[in-house]
């Protein structure tokens, strides 16, 4: 241990003798242990100088033990860093127990992904490539993601009932995968700590931290590794890193550990090294382990290791990005800086006395030219005095070079000028921006690719859109769906927004409902091929792919009417025939169940849309049409229901009021039961206390003709006599009209614009006020045309002709004065050509 080392003076004040002769002892083993933090320059530095110095027959590396095959595809030339080591499980005969648990229903099988992110500068990758160079051996050890996943027994849910969705766990209950591993990200961006996060629990990073005056782990990570000068050859840098873990070992628990994962993952570490020393005959002295710090130290157990649970595994490598591997994303085990390390990196393999230095000024300039691009006032004086000032700091800190927060500090002292949420903001941008950077990786197109991946081009191919891929910018096609190739295009667009690639995006709907025309936004990015690959779980096709994420959700859905019917509408734009089959004969059972109206007037909406479509998608017409009679019926039913729902839920009643009255009102009203939607309609408007929703059913009662224009106005009048608490509520009561009405407030205008006349007349000033902004609302919300007629009506009570009126919004003039107008613009034009307004 050097012995101006912070780490050496903590350790007096622990266990020291017994800390230094454990680590000592790993260090002397012929195993050559090698203990690293993930995406550390340093460390990667180091790692690669010991491989070319002990040239090893076998490099042990920490990473999922199945999958070894893809290191040569990890370091072909072609490969190009960010990537991540992609790993995909989904547990086909529920071996574990968690379906109905952890996935959306009993017959759907648990799945979880994982990914593995290697940098440039990630030790790992190193040691690969140094291995490769070498033609060594690598071989991974780490336990596979899918064995550490607590079983339902483990979590003591044997015997959970069955239930249509993921059960809700009580808030102290572990779910999904643990979240114990130090470089994987789990499929729903869980964060994984590192073996970092043991660190900081440790009583011995605390003493160090509040002693050296570190605000994180990073900070320590820097001063002492990192960024530090301190170690004269890689030999000293080993054994100040050991030191420092066996510390943190030391002064963890083995419960810690064990509630993790740590032991169960080191124990089929060991296992791994042992078998394959003795398989291929390799003496220790000839190997070298490079893992985590803290599993240097593991426990050399002979009791066998966990079992690998059976099912469908995908192993593979996906293109990457600096964005997704930064800790902003909520990767445990994230690079706080991905491109300063990088530099870091870059500059180290070469000079590595003076690479702190040289990265700094690096940054810095990056940073100070986002800045100025962004909007602020930087300059090349403005660099000399950050690094200046970084320099300063890291002194009166004690160390022995700038570390990123001293740089950070550094930009905001002297480039702030105030707040730096206010004033600062563009630089603090400019600055996160350039830590993380833009990076994107590929993989060596020798691997191949997943039968999703495969699918996914192949179709491109197929239907013409390969084009789409080289470009870099996003593209609107325009699909008429009366030309087969189009509605191809459609059904291969559809499928991929429901798997969730964001290749497609549909921009509008025809107003027919999709029957002739849809838009879709296009465009390729690296997130297109890594959401195919973490979606290979769901089938090897689009096709099978998509239909396996509907037939989940619709295991969420099956009590929803307007859930089961937008499914099946879904599902015949995907062109799923059995899913389609499958959710017709589900749909009745589901409205029958339903009593909720805004369920079935969606379920109602989305079945007549169905039915527009019925000969051209080769539906059967007979069944959808039974569909709709007993979803209106149903929905109808329901509507006294509604009559006072919570506040929260108007929105959706009033929209199940609008799509009855919508069906009723086109041709499909003269199959459906006019009577029984006027009869409830009345009764749920003599119940309701909710103007806004008396309004919109007397509206909805206008526009069907069950009562007059002039019966609506009378409504509206009652409220000028009402008690003044109601009269308030007018203006609630005609934004339900103006909802649900369209032709009603046009024959109605007089009546109308005469009782809100009457009405604001009696008002006091307080209730004016009152009024103003809810009647308001209400008339923007109206269609441009309802609200010109309704003006119209206000100019002519209040004294001008109906010619008088129209001429309001004519503008007459000479022909002489047409042309004198014309050059006086054309004059303006020419003189503000020679404005600057930037």
């Known amino acids: 241990m050097t012995p101006a080392s912070p780490i050496a003076q903590i350790l007096e004040e622990l266990d020291a003798g017994r800390i ?118 690598v071989v991974f050890i780490d336990l596979p993601y899918r064995a550490r996943v607590k079983s339902a027994a483990e979590r003591g849910l044997q015997g959970a009932p069955e239930e249509s969705g993921p059960r809700q766990p009580a808030p102290e209950e572990e779910v999904g995968p643990p979240r114990d591993d130090e470089h994987h990200v789990a499929e729903h961006h869980e964060s994984q700590p590192g073996w970092e996060h043991l660190a900081v629990e440790s009583s011995f990073y605390q003493k160090l931290a509040d002693a050296a005056g570190y605000r994180s782990f990073d900070e320590c990570w ?181 570390i990123l927060d001293d740089v950070r500090d550094a930009l905001i002292s002297c480039c702030c000028k105030g707040s730096p949420q206010q004033e600062g903001r563009y630089l603090l941008g400019a600055m996160k921006a350039v830590e993380t950077g833009t990076a994107v990786g590929r993989v060596t197109p020798a691997l191949g690719k997943l039968p999703l991946l495969y699918d996914f081009y192949k179709a491109l191919d197929e239907l013409d859109l390969g084009e789409y891929v080289t470009k870099d910018r996003k593209a609107k096609v325009v699909l008429k769906l009366q030309q087969a190739e189009d509605e191809r295009r459609s059904i291969f667009f559809h499928r991929l927004a429901q798997i969730g690639i964001p290749f ?7 107003k027919a409902g999709t029957l002739f025309t849809e838009e879709w936004e296009v465009a390729w990015t690296p997130k297109v091929e890594a959401a195919l690959i973490e979606e290979s779980i769901h089938g090897d096709s689009v096709e099978s792919a998509a239909l396996a994420k509907l037939d989940e959700e619709l295991a969420q859905a099956a009590g929803s009417a307007g859930a089961v019917a937008e499914r099946l509408l879904r599902a015949v734009n995907m062109d799923l025939p ?168 046009m024959l109605g205008a007089d009546g109308i614009v005469h009782a809100i006349d009457e009405l604001l007349r009696v008002a006091s000033w307080d209730q004016f006020l009152m009024l103003l902004p809810r009647t308001r609302g209400a008339f923007e919300a109206v269609h441009e045309r309802s609200r010109v007629s309704l003006g119209d009506r206000v100019a002519v009570m209040y004294g001008l002709k109906d010619d008088d009126a129209a001429a309001v919004t004519k503008l007459e003039t000479s022909v002489g004065a047409a042309v004198k107008l014309s050059e006086i613009d054309a004059r303006v034009g020419e003189i503000m050509k020679e404005w600057d307004f930037a």
């Open 578 to 745: 059995g899913m389609v089959l499958r959710l017709q004969a589900s749909a009745g059972g589901a409205i029958d169940a339903d009593t909720r109206l805004a369920s079935l007037g969606q379920a109602l909406t989305h079945l007549v849309v169905l039915e527009r479509q019925a000969a051209r998608r080769r539906l059967k017409k007979d069944l959808l049409d039974d569909l709709i009679e007993r979803c209106f019926g149903r929905a109808c039913f329901a509507m006294p229901n509604a009559a006072n729902v919570p506040a929260e839920e108007f929105d959706e009643v009033v929209a199940g009021v609008k799509s009855l009255a919508e069906v009723l009102i086109s041709e499909k009203g003269a199959d459906l039961d006019r009577d029984l939607f006027i009869e409830n309609a009345r009764t749920t408007l003599a119940d309701s206390k909710s103007q806004r929703l008396r309004g919109a059913l007397s509206g909805v009662l206008t526009e069907i003709r069950a009562q007059s224009p002039e019966d609506l106005a009378a409504d509206v009048a009652r409220f000028a006599k009402a008690l003044p608490e109601e009269m308030v509520q007018c203006g609630d009561y005609l934004s339900g009209v103006m909802e649900t009405s369209k032709t009603a407030l």
């Open 20 to 137: 230094e002769a454990r680590a000592h002892a790993v260090l002397a083993e012929p195993l050559h242990w090698f203990p690293v933090r993930h995406h550390s320059p340093a460390v990667a530095r180091h790692v690669a100088q010991t491989i070319q110095a002990r040239r090893p027959s076998i490099v042990f590396i920490e990473a999922p033990s199945d999958a070894s095959e893809l290191v040569p595809h990890i370091v072909d030339k072609k490969t190009k860093p960010p990537i991540a080591l992609f790993s995909s499980y989904r547990d086909d005969d529920n071996t574990l127990g968690l379906a109905g648990i952890e996935s959306p229903a009993p017959d759907v099988p648990f799945k979880v992904s994982v990914y593995y992110p290697l940098l440039s500068y990630s030790p790992e990758y190193v040691a690969m490539r140094e291995a490769a160079a070498l033609g060594a051996r």
């Open 504 to 510: 497609a995006k549909q921009l509008a709907v025809d």
């Open 222 to 402: 820097d001063a002492l590794f990192d960024v530090s000068l301190r170690h004269s050859d890689t030999e000293s840098f080993r054994r100040d890193l050991a030191y420092f873990c066996a510390a943190v070992r030391a002064t963890t628990s083995r419960e810690r550990m064990e509630l993790d994962g740590t032991l169960l993952r080191e124990a089929h570490m060991w296992s791994t090294i042992t078998r394959t020393l003795a398989e291929t005959r390799t003496p220790p002295e000839k190997a070298m382990v490079v893992c985590g710090g803290f599993h240097i130290f593991l426990e050399k157990s002979t009791e066998p290791g966990r079992a690998l649970p059976p099912g469908t595994v995908y192993n593979s490598l996906a293109p990457y990005s600096y964005l997704r591997t930064s800790s902003d994303t909520g990767y445990g085990a994230g690079n706080r800086a991905p491109l300063y390390y990088e530099r870091l990196f870059q500059h180290s393999e070469s000079d590595p006395a003076n690479a702190p230095v040289a990265a700094m000024v690096d940054h810095v300039v990056s940073v100070l030219a986002r800045g100025r691009r962004d909007g602020e006032l930087l300059s090349s004086a403005d660099a000399i005095s950050v690094t200046q000032h970084a320099r300063m700091l890291a002194n009166l800190r004690n160390r022995s070079a700038p």
